[in-house]
DNA sequence: CTCACAAGCGTTTTT
DNA sequence: CGCTTGTGAG
């Protein structure tokens, strides 16, 4: 039992005290991993079968990871059998299972965002409606809001509520899309991200005896991040642990960021009063910080109203006061930042993967990767466009789709002329049209088109259509067949993707080719692993879960000594030696463009802050700019209320005191009540420009920024044929070609690193080397 | 039907 | 700026 020795008494409490509903609350960095990682691995120790222990997590790589960990412990053998993974794919396996009596085939597709949008759109166009009022983002908000709160079609037309919401954003008929929208994924045998979730719980609603087979099975349930999860994954947990009762969930109320998805944090709030018989252990001690960056985040986290009582402290150094940046321009700030990771990491001996750069969105990273570059720092960024969502392997995965699920009308619709075959726009609104009269699929259209001809096509076009088919179904005979690999690969070849692809030989048609090719070698090691396990290895084996995965799934090794740019929220459960929080801005955080800030909003962000700073370990930063562009357009900014919300004991302003925190607006400035009646609404920031003193400022900046300007590029004039310059994110390059007249000069540019670009000079400013 | 160019719009955060 | 969508000629 010497793992037991590594924990603390309130760690080993947790981990003991295995029966009954318990509530585990973990600050961060108090080894909230361990703890459960330890429980599972207790619980195997003192018998508990493998297969019955269901724990859920809300990345994969959370799970792969715990599994990992316990497998170190127990063995790989009794590891493998653990129910571990997100509720997204442990759901799906169940659903898989038991899909019958939902009327859906096991092998029902999983639509992404992208699917769920174009199907959304295509509604919207049918219904006639406006896609400028009734813009697809939207809908497809309020509908996975809706299935997030368990509200079916059905229900959602009754709701008075909802209803009234609608009306309000003048958009009364996202009742019957949204009813129209379930009823064609059910058509087409697809579910969506959280129907995976809404779908098991009417699963469990409406068939007790499934119900009952899965609360016997699961002696055990655990859930990680529990501050996260949603109405319907509530509900799914409490109904599987409602025989045995031996539910564990931990979590952190203080990390609670996800409400934008559906997250509720009363979940854990109301934990205790769920379950009167719970016991409740509290990790307040944090092995990860230093006691200033803990102090520092409590002293945020503290005015915040809703949470649970703690007290996180750490017994680590003091260590240094959090560093602020206040930097001018944008680019000032990127200088800043990679300056103080060259300096610090030379004397501190760090390495490059001990620093992090957090900030708020995904769009903000660009300007501190072109700092890193100028400095040649090697960094990697996470999120954005991910491997999955790529043209290229969308469209491939959309044949293995339809091979599998021929219902599945997304796919068909976005492969049916990929290769061009001829059947353009036209054509498939037809196919489209001929669907929905007649109820079934696209595919069954066109299969049944040589004996009826629903859509009234001409003989070419019938021959085109027909001959997709005949390739598709002869794929479709091979695939219950042939692995996984041989079939992907056969349907790359046979489509004429992979010659399409090589066709392309600019640089970004080689790496289209390229990542086809990982593609399929990711599918090669599936099928293989899959065989030596004694596992099927089929396409739709394969296919089962890929809708699930997220490109931070796959970490490489050449990955390994690199800078780390990712957001706050992809952050979480992250630790790194010094992390820099940038774009610490009024705007930023919160951020207020979106329409109206409720009291509840303003905490999380609050939280948010607090997950950013606790990832440091050793040093953290905040840095801010005064004005920066965004969208091609200056903007000028305040730095964050929350900078000076965090006791002044624990930052290191910079000297020069030119930034006045007096302009700020106090709390009653900054959240004026609105007139139109929400109570707890409240309203969105008086904009930068309109405050005391920011007029002179313009001016000023201005001038500044004009200086940056000159100094970062040359005059777009002297730019001539031949000459090698360099550009700020694309780095050197040869000039092929300047056509135009000043100022609308382009130049055609091969970048060694970047490829072919045209850009137009006025805004891509390059330097002649 | 396909290709090339023009216009317009956008940016939380993710399974 | 950069991507997606719309429009018009071939």
């Not at 660009?366 to 392997?393: C, V």
């Not at 091979?403 to 353009?424: F, S, T």
């Not at 390059?733 to 055609?748: C, H, I, R």
Request: charged share 25%; aromatic share 10%.
């Amino acid at each position: 039992m010497n793992y037991l020795e590594e924990l603390n008494e309130a760690q080993r409490n947790a981990v003991e005290n295995t029966d009954g509903p318990s509530l585990v609350i973990a600050g961060a960095g108090s080894g909230k991993t361990r703890v459960l990682t330890y429980r599972i691995a207790h619980l195997l120790k003192q018998g508990a079968r493998p297969g019955s222990i269901l724990s859920l997590t809300f990345t994969n790589k959370a799970a792969r990871e715990m599994k990992e960990r316990i497998a170190s412990i127990v063995g790989q053998q009794t590891a493998r059998y653990l129910w571990m993974g997100t509720f997204h794919s442990i759901f799906a396996r169940i659903l898989r299972t038991e899909s019958e009596v939902l009327g859906y085939p096991s092998n029902f597709t999983i639509y992404d965002t992208a699917d769920s949008k174009s199907l959304l759109k295509a509604i919207i166009k049918e219904f006639k409606l406006d896609d400028k009022t009734y813009k697809p983002n939207v809908v497809s908000s309020r509908i996975s809001a809706a299935k997030n709160s368990l509200i079916t079609p059905a229900a959602y037309a009754q709701n008075a509520q909802v209803r009234e919401y609608d009306m309000s954003i003048r958009m009364p008929r996202i009742a019957e899309i949204y009813k129209e929208y379930a009823r064609r994924c059910f058509l087409a045998g697809a579910m969506d991200f959280d129907d995976l979730l809404l779908k098991t719980n009417i699963l469990f609603r409406d068939h007790k005896d499934i119900l009952k087979k899965y609360q016997e099975r699961f002696d055990y349930v655990l859930v990680d991040e529990y501050q996260d999860t949603n109405f319907a994954q509530y509900l799914i947990v409490k109904n599987l642990a409602a025989t045995h009762k031996n539910l564990c969930v931990v979590g952190d109320d203080a990390q609670s960021i996800y409400s934008f998805r559906g997250a509720r944090i009363e979940n854990i709030l109301n934990f205790q009063k769920d379950y009167p018989e719970h016991q409740v252990y509290k990790l307040e001690q944090n092995y990860r910080s230093t006691q200033t960056i803990v102090n520092a985040a409590n002293s945020i986290i503290q005015k915040n109203k809703r949470q649970l009582p703690k007290t996180v402290y750490s017994e680590n150094d003091q260590g240094n006061k959090i560093k602020v940046f206040s930097a001018l321009t944008d680019n000032e700030e990127g200088y800043l930042v990679a300056n103080e990771i060259s300096e610090t990491r030379m004397r501190q001996h760090y390495k490059y993967a001990d620093y992090a750069i957090l900030y708020r969105t995904n769009a903000q990273s660009r300007i501190f990767e072109e700092a890193l570059r100028k400095r040649n720092i090697p960094y990697k960024i996470y999120g954005g466009l991910s491997f999955y969502q790529r043209k290229e392997i969308k469209d491939l995965l959309s044949y293995f789709r339809l091979v599998i699920n021929p219902k599945d009308n997304e796919a068909l619709k976005r492969i049916i002329n990929y290769p061009a075959r001829g059947i353009g726009a036209t054509t498939l609104s037809k196919l489209e049209q001929a669907a929905l009269d007649n109820g079934v699929s696209i595919f069954e259209i066109i299969e049944q088109s040589g004996t009826n001809n629903h859509a009234a096509l001409n003989k070419g076009l019938l021959s085109k259509v027909q001959q997709f088919v005949a390739l598709i179904l002869q794929f479709q005979e091979k695939a219950v067949l042939n692995d996984a690999y041989e079939m992907a690969s056969e349907i790359a070849t046979q489509t004429n993707i992979i010659k399409d692809l090589y066709k392309d030989q600019t640089p970004e048609g080689l790496s289209r080719f390229e990542n086809i090719q990982e593609l399929l070698n990711g599918i090669q090691e599936f099928s293989i692993n899959a065989r030596e396990e004694g596992q099927p290895n089929l396409l739709a084996n394969y296919m089962e879960d890929v809708a699930l995965l997220t490109d931070q799934d796959s970490e490489k090794e050449e990955d390994m000594d690199k800078v780390t740019l990712m957001t706050v929220h992809s952050s979480k459960g992250l630790e790194f030696k010094n992390v820099f929080i940038v774009g610490v801005e009024e705007n930023l955080f919160p951020s207020s463009q979106f329409g109206n800030i409720t009291p509840e909003a303003f905490e999380e962000e609050r939280r948010l802050f607090y997950v950013a700073l606790t990832r440091a370990e050793e040093n953290a930063y905040l840095s801010f700019a005064k004005q920066r562009y965004r969208w091609g357009k200056l903007d000028f900014c305040n730095p964050s209320r929350f900078i000076t919300e965090v006791d002044e004991q624990y930052l290191d302003m910079p000297d020069e005191a030119d930034f006045n925190f007096d302009e700020l607006p106090t709390e009653g400035q900054a959240i004026q009540k609105q007139s139109f009646g929400k109570t707890g609404t409240v309203g969105r920031r008086p904009t930068t420009t309109d405050q005391p003193g920011m007029k002179q400022k313009l001016v000023q900046l201005r001038q500044a920024k004009q200086r940056s300007q000159n100094f970062d590029g040359d005059d777009p004039r002297d730019i001539q044929t031949g000459m090698m310059v360099e550009h700020q994110r694309f780095g050197k390059g040869k000039v092929l070609q300047v056509e135009g007249s000043f100022p609308n000069l382009k130049a055609t540019v091969f970048f060694q690193n970047a490829g072919q670009k045209q850009l137009l000079l006025k805004f891509a400013k390059l330097k002649i080397v």
